[in-house]
């Protein structure tokens, strides 16, 4: 690795370097092309020279400048109109397969628009529940717009599972779009529907799960985790995980049942 300070040090180096290295290096410029400058404009018109400078890659640069943006001008940049403006944001401001970043540029988003993700706080107790359970299969209801998903993916080994039902087509969508950025679809299969009829299709795709995380509507909590149980889709020692069970919340024939179920 080479630390570039200044125009000197690029001059030098260049007469270091072999003629082949040369030549892929200027290939390499002339393919960042016009959108290369562009991003450069934009940022340069955002950021000081040291905080461009610093930036490890366009995609950083492009989340770094959005977070110097009083709440008015990000707004204006990024709307929030539908849930796909979510994945637009994130392709903004994470490279393709950086799930880190992803991660990243959906929290700094739902800081802007409060929206029903778990966010990095209660991601935390998720991820150690995943770490707690080592699953290679997982079941996912309610996947909202994906980071949840995402969060549960990026811990799976390379052969691992995860199954999403999301009831809204357009959610499951922009969901599908968030996990293809972090690169991880290989490991995501998407099952679009009330989880009602899509239990049945998940069991089938499967087998079963050794982690299974409800948040979808509170109230089908209970019966959906009966419909699970009753598809064969838990075994002896599987983690089931629900979001929001709070009183305000209305999951309470849920935890009746979790707490007296044995």
Same mark, same amino acid.
Not at 43 to 61: E, I, K, N
Not at 139 to 149: C, D, N
Not at 165 to 172: D, H, L
């Given at each position: 690795?080479?630390?570039?300070? @200044?125009?000197?040090?690029?001059?030098?180096?260049?007469?270091?370097?072999?003629?082949?290295?040369?030549?892929?290096?200027?290939?390499?410029?002339?393919?960042?092309?016009?959108?290369?400058?562009?991003?450069?404009?934009?940022?340069?018109?955002?950021?000081?020279?040291?905080?461009?400078?610093?930036?490890?890659?366009?995609?950083?640069?492009?989340?770094?400048?959005?977070?110097?943006?009083?709440?008015?001008?990000?707004?204006?940049?990024?709307?929030?109109?539908?849930?796909?403006?979510?994945?637009?944001?994130?392709?903004?401001?994470?490279?393709?397969?950086?799930?880190?970043?992803?991660?990243?540029?959906?929290?700094?988003?739902?800081?802007?628009?409060?929206?029903?993700?778990?966010?990095?706080?209660?991601?935390?107790?998720?991820?150690?529940?995943?770490?707690?359970?080592?699953?290679?299969?997982?079941?996912?209801?309610?996947?909202?717009?994906?980071?949840?998903?995402?969060?549960?993916?990026?811990?799976?080994?390379? @052969?691992?599972?995860?199954?999403?039902?999301?009831?809204?087509?357009?959610?499951?969508?922009?969901?599908?779009?968030?996990?293809?950025?972090?690169?991880?679809?290989?490991?995501?299969?998407? +099952?679009?529907?009330?989880?009602?009829?899509?239990?049945?299709?998940?069991?089938?795709?499967?087998?079963?799960?050794?982690?299974?995380?409800?948040?979808?509507?509170? @109230?089908?909590?209970?019966?959906?985790?009966?419909?699970?149980?009753?598809?064969?889709?838990?075994?002896?020692?599987?983690?089931?995980?629900?979001?929001?069970?709070?009183?305000? +919340?209305?999951?309470?024939?849920?935890?009746?049942?979790?707490?007296?179920?044995?």
């Amino acid at each position: 690795q080479m630390c570039i300070r @200044d125009r000197a040090d690029c001059a030098q180096l260049e007469q270091l370097l072999p003629r082949q290295v040369q030549r892929e290096e200027r290939r390499e410029r002339k393919d960042l092309g016009a959108e290369g400058e562009r991003r450069r404009a934009v940022l340069g018109a955002m950021l000081t020279a040291p905080q461009v400078a610093r930036a490890q890659s366009p995609y950083d640069a492009a989340f770094a400048a959005s977070t110097k943006l009083d709440a008015d001008a990000f707004y204006a940049a990024h709307p929030y109109r539908s849930p796909g403006d979510v994945l637009t944001y994130i392709e903004t401001c994470a490279a393709p397969g950086d799930a880190k970043a992803v991660l990243q540029a959906f929290e700094y988003f739902g800081k802007k628009y409060p929206m029903y993700s778990i966010g990095a706080t209660k991601g935390k107790i998720l991820d150690s529940a995943v770490a707690t359970a080592r699953p290679k299969r997982i079941v996912e209801i309610g996947s909202f717009l994906g980071y949840s998903a995402v969060r549960m993916a990026a811990k799976l080994p390379a @052969d691992g599972t995860l199954a999403c039902v999301e009831g809204n087509p357009e959610f499951a969508r922009t969901a599908e779009g968030v996990v293809a950025r972090a690169g991880l679809s290989d490991r995501v299969r998407f +099952f679009v529907g009330l989880a009602s009829d899509e239990i049945s299709n998940v069991a089938k795709a499967i087998g079963r799960a050794d982690l299974v995380f409800l948040d979808h509507w509170k @109230d089908l909590y209970r019966a959906d985790l009966q419909a699970i149980e009753a598809q064969g889709l838990l075994r002896a020692g599987s983690v089931v995980v629900a979001d929001n069970v709070g009183p305000l +919340f209305g999951a309470m024939e849920y935890l009746d049942y979790v707490r007296g179920c044995g």
